[in-house]
């Protein structure tokens, strides 16, 4: 299969005119929109964060779930009077802008929405330096727990915050007799937290009458390094609360993970939370990535290793030549156009940009799809852009209205980091073959076949 990266192409565009005529219509579900959403407020946070402002003129108000909207209107009349007391003219002028924005944006509803409401308004900078007024309103997709309002000259975002972390921890010590690494995977990340490096002496049958002493020390010294695996295992994974992950993966090439689970000096609380034992074949960080795949099923629910169950599954479509996947911008834009794409897979840090042109004289539209990054604007006189946004969040809008399911994947995992960058980040599992593609990878071969002839 001929493999390229597509980042720059020009295609004409139907999704946007009438997408309902494409695939299903089929609402996506919540289970399967999560990672979206969660990249949406992950982007959010981003850009709150970036903005900055003189004085207190920036206004963060968040009303948990169950909370009233007369209580937080009475909350914002008293405000707007208690401002009036500021002394700086121009600093009063803006706190009572930005919390009478607010004001009018909680009329929009006639009750707070389910999971809650945070509203961010003021007159702010952006890293630019460009001042502008903001008022944005966000239902967000968890319950929010408790309410807040702050005028400040940063938005206050620690509430979304919580929603973008990940409660479950799994922890893994990898040990055999050369080393000891111990991890902690969380969500999509992997952090080492701690390697430890011995040389212990090997058996042998030398020794005649002192062969009884050489062994009594090889057990002395393997017993001081399986009571200093315990110790550092109990200052990383003990808190004053008790453990702090959900579960312990115990791993190694010979017989000292078996050792340190029924040792004495092994905590009890940790040997609780030992979820599996699994033999590997390599130590340090390639023994770390052996053991999370011989865990899969203790560990399904963790992202880290749906992505790389996810990614494996599109590696091996690709190696059997199969026609239900799609990799590229051009394939999987086309696809998606098409109606055929049933999971689109992203890199949730992809930065292809997606912009509309349409040419002055013939009034012709059509869309040119490049890197943000390593792409010079190639837009001349006789075009002009209509609408600019980054390709996934049109991908993410362009998903929900066919009902694709969609994985944001990241770098983290070797797997990940190979699907990056030698796939551009962007592939897609098909719901049926598209003949159109076979045609243009036979083509390319047949191309590459009649320059090597000549």
């Not at 390697?195 to 212990?200: A, E, F, P, W, Y």
């Not at 897979?345 to 930065?351: I, K, N, R, Y």
Request: proline share 2%; net charge negative.
């Amino acid at each position: 299969m001929a493999q390229a990266r597509d980042v720059s192409y020009t295609c004409c565009s139907t999704l946007d005119k009438n997408p309902s005529h494409l695939g299903r219509s089929a609402a996506v579900t919540d289970a399967d929109d999560h990672e979206a959403k969660k990249w949406e407020l992950k982007r959010l946070v981003k850009q709150l964060d970036e903005y900055v402002g003189e004085g207190t003129s920036m206004v963060s108000l968040v009303i948990p779930a169950g909370g009233q909207l007369s209580r937080t209107n009475r909350l914002l009349s008293d405000e707007v009077s208690t401002s009036a007391y500021i002394k700086s003219r121009t600093n009063r002028q803006s706190v009572q802008a930005a919390i009478t924005s607010a004001q009018q944006r909680l009329k929009l509803y006639s009750c707070v929405p389910r999971n809650g409401l945070a509203v961010f308004c003021g007159i702010v900078q952006d890293v630019r330096g460009k001042q502008k007024t903001l008022c944005i309103d966000y239902e967000p997709f968890q319950p929010l727990s408790r309410s807040l309002y702050l005028c400040d000259d940063k938005f206050h975002t620690e509430e979304l915050k919580k929603q973008l972390e990940e409660t479950e921890a799994f922890g893994f010590i990898i040990i055999d007799g050369h080393c000891s690494l111990f991890a902690v995977i969380r969500g999509s990340s992997r952090t080492i937290l701690h390697k430890i490096t011995v040389s212990l002496p090997s058996k042998h049958g030398r020794g005649g009458q002192s062969a009884s002493r050489f062994a009594r020390i090889r057990e002395e010294k393997r017993n001081n390094y399986l009571k200093k695996v315990s110790e550092v295992a109990s200052s990383l994974f003990l808190t004053d609360t008790g453990v702090c992950v959900n579960g312990l993966v115990l791993g190694g090439s010979a017989d000292f993970k078996i050792d340190l689970s029924k040792s004495a000096v092994f905590d009890d609380r940790l040997r609780s939370k030992v979820l599996k034992i699994v033999d590997v074949s390599y130590s340090g960080e390639n023994g770390l990535n052996q053991a999370v795949d011989l865990s899969r099923e203790v560990l399904s629910n963790l992202k880290f290793v749906r992505e790389k169950v996810l990614i494996g599954k599109f590696f091996d479509e690709i190696a059997q030549g199969s026609q239900m996947v799609a990799f590229g911008v051009s394939q999987v834009v086309y696809c998606l156009e098409s109606g055929a794409v049933d999971t689109l897979v992203m890199w949730e840090d992809l930065s292809l940009v997606r912009r509309t042109l349409r040419n002055k004289n013939t009034g012709e539209e059509t869309v040119q799809v490049f890197d943000r990054e390593s792409h010079a604007n190639k837009t001349n006189s006789e075009w002009e852009t209509i609408s600019e946004t980054l390709c996934i969040e049109w991908a993410l809008t362009s998903a929900r209205a066919l009902g694709v399911q969609v994985e944001m994947l990241t770098n983290q995992s070797p797997e990940g980091t190979q699907f990056c960058s030698g796939f551009g980040g962007l592939g897609a599992f098909l719901r049926y073959p598209v003949p159109e593609l076979q045609h243009e990878e036979e083509t390319e071969d047949t191309a590459s076949d009649y320059s090597d002839d000549d």
